[in-house]
């Protein structure tokens, strides 16, 4: 299996939210449900974009400098884990899955945001992020230049469970926004979308991935990572 991080293993989705609730306070703009489910739509592919938003006056650049600084002011250091992340990639492993994790973070976020070892990502049989390779970060570390939503971004990762006898219709890539399910869909990877990410409610996935001109089953949401050991032993 494929597993994204964010939103699904760690909790980060609030104080992101919260990050960009303050921002946007700050500017005399109010917070309501509409901004939040702007974000919600656009968060792990299209930040960019909401980076104009929030600093129309500042360059991507600058922009990002200015988040990262609101981030260290209103954010715990670490990010928390979800408290069953481990014990559901554990279960995995007890089913002889190979478990990959593929995210749009650069490796030397982790330290600061995941603790420097999780045990859910010592559990992991590899881990694939953007830019520069970290040995330290995990013994098989996979790295692409490109980021999700690009159907590219997953290539490492399917070539890498190709390699141990796991062909690509056999792969299932759980993730929690749109940006997951872009990637998977252009591997033509089945998905699980959970709601502990950045879409958080079943109608939100169906009707945002129908937008994509995606078909997502509702047996195909589930609440968490916790509920999917049970769902693949049912396949």
Not at 75 to 82: D, G, H, N, V
Not at 142 to 157: E, R, S, V
Not at 182 to 211: C, K, P, S
């Amino acid at each position: 299996m494929l597993c994204d991080i964010d939103g699904v293993l760690l909790n980060s989705i609030p104080p992101a939210l919260e990050i960009v609730k303050t921002i946007l306070i700050s500017q005399g703009v109010e917070w309501t449900e509409k901004r939040e489910e702007e974000f919600r739509k656009i968060a792990g592919f299209r930040l960019t974009e909401y980076f104009t938003v929030l600093f129309p006056n500042q360059s991507f650049e600058q922009a990002r400098a200015s988040w990262r600084v609101i981030q260290q002011q209103i954010i715990p250091s670490t990010i928390p884990a979800f408290p069953y992340a481990t014990r559901a990639i554990r279960s995995l492993k007890k089913l002889k899955l190979l478990v990959v994790l593929a995210t749009n973070r650069q490796a030397a976020s982790f330290p600061d945001h995941a603790g420097s070892h999780p045990p859910w990502l010592d559990l992991a049989d590899a881990i694939q992020t953007l830019g520069k390779r970290s040995p330290k970060l995990h013994p098989r570390h996979l790295t692409t230049k490109w980021a999700k939503p690009n159907g590219k971004a997953l290539h490492p990762a399917i070539q890498w469970l190709k390699m141990r006898g796991v062909p690509k219709h056999e792969i299932v890539f759980v993730g929690d926004s749109l940006a997951d399910l872009i990637a998977a869909y252009e591997n033509h990877l089945r998905f699980i979308g959970v709601l502990t990410g950045t879409i958080d409610t079943q109608e939100r996935w169906i009707l945002w991935a129908r937008e994509y001109n995606i078909s997502l089953a509702t047996e195909n949401i589930i609440p968490s990572i916790r509920e999917f050991p049970e769902w693949i032993q049912h396949q």
